[in-house]
C-alpha cells in the first residue's frame, strides 16, 4: 500500500476492494485490537500539521483514506495510482452494501439522539439486510472513567464489526485512538458528517458536485456556513501555502507511518 505525503500526513493510495480485503480480514480475528480507517481531508491535515499527537494518530491509522478529490486526482495523476475517494458516507454505503455477503454488524455512535437515531432508520431502509445491533448518542462534554467504562462493556459484549464513529474531526479520531484496544475486534470508521447527511440534519452534496472538487463550497452556503466557515476559507489558504512551500522543497515535512502491533 502507497502512502503520498501531505504535509507530514501519509495519505494511502486504495480502492475500495483494497479495504474489502483488508476488513475481512481483521474482522476474522475478533479477539484483536480494533482497527482505525481515518477519512483525512484538508482540514484534518491542516490541524495535524499544528497537532503533532494528531498527526501521529492519523500516521497510525490502518487505513488514512483520502477524503478530497483533490487529494484523490492528485494521487491518480502525479502519481499514476489506483485510488478511491474514502469519503464517511460512501465507506458507510459500501460496508453496507458488502455485508450482504459477509453479514458485518454495525455499531453507530455518535451523533445528537435524534440524528442517530434516524441515521440509523435510514440505513435500515436503504439496506433492509443491515444488522445495526446498537447505537449511543454520547453527551458532548467528556465522559467519566465511569461512563466510558459502561459504553466500552456494551460494545465488547455486542461484539459489532464495524464501529461508525461520527463525533466530529479530530474528536472522532482522538477517541479511537483511545479506544482501538479497549474495543476488540472491530473496525472503527471516523464518519462525523455522515450521521448529519444520513440523519436527514445537512443536505448532502449532488454526487457531481462531490467529484468536482467543490463540495466544500457547497456545504459553505449550506445551513453550517458559521461553524464551518473558518475551514474552508482560512485553514484551506494554510493548507495550500504549506503544501507549496512542500513541493518547492522549502519546508518538507516527514509523513513516518506506523503500524500498530496486533
Not at 1 to 16: E, R
Not at 99 to 127: H, I, N, Q
Not at 139 to 163: G, S, Y
Not at 195 to 212: E, H, L, N, T, Y
Request: proline share 5%.
Amino acid at each position: 500500500m502507497h502512502s503520498i505525503n501531505f504535509l507530514g500526513i501519509g495519505i494511502d493510495a486504495l480502492t475500495y476492494q483494497d479495504m474489502f480485503d483488508l476488513v475481512d480480514g481483521w474482522i476474522s480475528d475478533k479477539s484483536s485490537r480494533s482497527h482505525h480507517i481515518a477519512c483525512i481531508n484538508t482540514y484534518g491535515v491542516t490541524l495535524a500539521y499544528q497537532d503533532p499527537k494528531l498527526a501521529a494518530i492519523y500516521n497510525a491509522a490502518d487505513i488514512a483514506g483520502a477524503d478530497g478529490m483533490p487529494y484523490v486526482y492528485w494521487i491518480r495523476w502525479l502519481h499514476r495510482l489506483a485510488c478511491d475517494r474514502f469519503y464517511g458516507p460512501d465507506i458507510v454505503v459500501q460496508l453496507a452494501e458488502h455485508s450482504l455477503k459477509t453479514g458485518y454488524s454495525f455499531y453507530l455512535y455518535g451523533g445528537a439522539p435524534d440524528v442517530v437515531e434516524r441515521m440509523k432508520a435510514y440505513l435500515e431502509d436503504r439496506f433492509p439486510h443491515i444488522n445495526i445491533i446498537g447505537y449511543k448518542s454520547p453527551p458532548f462534554r467528556n465522559l467519566t472513567e465511569h461512563e466510558d467504562h459502561d459504553i466500552c462493556a456494551e460494545i465488547n459484549q455486542l461484539k459489532p464489526d464495524v464501529i461508525c464513529v461520527g463525533l466530529g474531526t479530530p474528536k472522532q479520531d482522538f477517541w479511537i485512538d483511545d479506544h482501538v484496544e479497549k474495543v476488540r475486534g472491530a473496525v472503527m470508521l471516523s464518519c462525523g458528517a455522515t450521521f448529519d447527511f444520513f440523519g436527514g440534519r445537512v443536505k448532502m452534496a449532488p454526487r457531481f458536485i462531490q467529484r468536482s472538487g467543490f463540495e466544500w463550497l457547497y456545504r459553505l452556503l449550506g445551513r453550517d456556513f458559521f461553524r464551518l466557515w473558518r475551514r474552508y476559507t482560512i485553514v484551506n489558504v494554510i493548507f495550500l501555502w504549506n503544501f507549496a512551500l512542500q513541493l518547492l522543497g522549502i519546508r518538507v515535512r516527514e509523513a513516518p507511518r506506523r503500524k500498530r502491533p496486533e
